[in-house]
């Protein structure tokens, strides 16, 4: 056989070897630095983190190609950067780039309204937030070799991260139960191939990692997503906008690695000055929830 | 049998199904073990330590103090990032990295490029036969030491080493031979 490149086992395998890790939202050199430093298996190279998007408002766009290229020559562990829902320009930007993960994230404006990036078509890896198992599955069926939750970027507040995670895990253990004839009737209601339905079924899990992302600011934050059954965080704006951000992002790291032992949880949680501030979920009008972005 | 996975960080759980599946094949009798801390190194026959983020393993081990426990271990098979933590050069590490020195060869991180340079392809392995071979942001091993048996070869450079040092026995690859078969496992543990 020839040699082989862009295939799906190396797309997904890529994400297999960051388990257990934690990816940081970056938006210069030091921080990446600092991220590689604490111990980050990747960085997300952007030009605001979450928290400061939903400051700032208008429109968010992929970042500028030459802050992607800065934080790309500042370390040497993987490098991931966002596009805009549906938009395959910016992908195509990205991947020319040399970006080893695609993150197309609610986090930036929508793009387009009907369709997610046609990822098969892409040599480069992407991952995809989802809320629940038909979007998850929906984007793998797009080509996505891996799955994030949404949560509620940029809020510091981790209720939605874990609520999408229980539903995935419900709705995974419903399929398990299943017979054929229910398994056809959940492909079409999710809008999947009940192949790929099927195979969620005998897995008993989904067929690509599954990182916990949007709201995580402590590290039992990490360790409770992780406990839930997750893969691996994503930290946005919970390390550079806490007030210690070295510190935050080693106990982070140290507590998504050992995240079954509460006494270690104790000792990296201690001291670590405030967490970035947050805000309440549950008031938060429509139109500012990221997570409700795509579906 | 004890047989370990390190699992820190990174594909362990794979290399635990191929450990499965090898014992299961060879008949042997074997208890898996999830090593993450100091006792669970106590008694082990064979330890995988997989693929993730090679500075990510150094530092989580540093802070645990677990560095000094894999000399002990009598079979290793380490695997990507596994492999560039046995080594004794890294090449182009990151600040205080410095890998354990378990076998005498120099390494290169990410040497074919960035994650649109990862490849798969078929090998030869000497004593185990073809092979599907998956090569993620891979390291290329740059020198090897005295002793050093190379079990196969892509375009030349050196991608599966073994090494018997005293009591120990070291197998390495540059590839990710859990995501795709258990022959590696086999081979260790029949050795």
Known sequence: ?295 | MRIGVLFLQGGAIEHEHAFRKAAKKLGIKAEFVRVRKKTDFSGLDALAIPGGESTVFQKLLERKGLLPEFSKVPKILATCAGLILISSKIEDGIAGQKPLGLIDIAVKRNAYGSQLDSFECELEAKGIGAVHAIFIRAPKITKLGKGMKVIARHGGDPVAISKKKGRQLILGTTFHPELATSVFHEWLLSN
């Open chain 1, 1 to 295: 056989m020839e040699k082989q490149t862009g295939t799906f086992r190396l797309k997904s395998g890529l994400a297999q070897m960051l388990k257990g890790g934690v990816i940081m939202d970056v938006t210069n050199a030091e921080q990446a630095k600092i991220a590689q430093d604490a111990g980050a298996v990747a960085v997300m190279a952007l030009e605001r983190v979450p928290a400061d998007i939903r400051r700032d408002g208008g429109v968010a766009r992929m970042s500028d190609p030459l802050k992607i290229k800065e934080i790309k020559a500042a370390v040497t562990i993987p490098v991931m950067a966002k596009c805009r829902i549906g938009h395959f320009a910016e992908a195509q930007i990205l991947e020319a780039l040399g970006v080893d993960y695609i993150d197309e994230s609610e986090v930036l404006t929508v793009a387009d309204e009907e369709f997610h990036v046609d990822k098969s078509k892409f040599k480069v890896p992407f991952v995809c937030g989802a809320r629940n198992l038909g979007e998850a599955l929906r984007r793998i069926d797009e080509g996505a070799a891996m799955v994030r939750t949404k949560g509620e970027a940029g809020t510091g507040n981790i209720v939605e991260a874990v609520r999408h995670i229980r539903a995935i895990n419900r709705e995974i253990e419903l399929l398990k139960g299943m017979n054929s004839r229910e398994i056809v009737d959940a492909a079409k209601e999710m809008c999947v191939p009940v192949e790929l339905v099927k195979n969620v079924s005998g897995l008993g899990r989904l067929p690509v990692v599954n990182f916990a992302a949007g709201g995580i600011a402590t590290p039992a934050d990490a360790s409770l997503c992780m406990q839930l059954g997750v893969d691996g965080v994503f930290v946005g704006s919970g390390i550079f906008k806490s007030t210690n951000p070295k510190k935050f992002a080693r106990s982070i790291v140290d507590a998504v690695a050992h995240y079954q032992d509460a006494k270690n949880l104790a000792k990296v949680s201690e001291g670590l000055g405030d967490a970035m501030r947050g805000l309440e979920v549950s008031n938060m009008p429509e139109n500012q929830r990221m997570a409700l972005r795509g579906k």
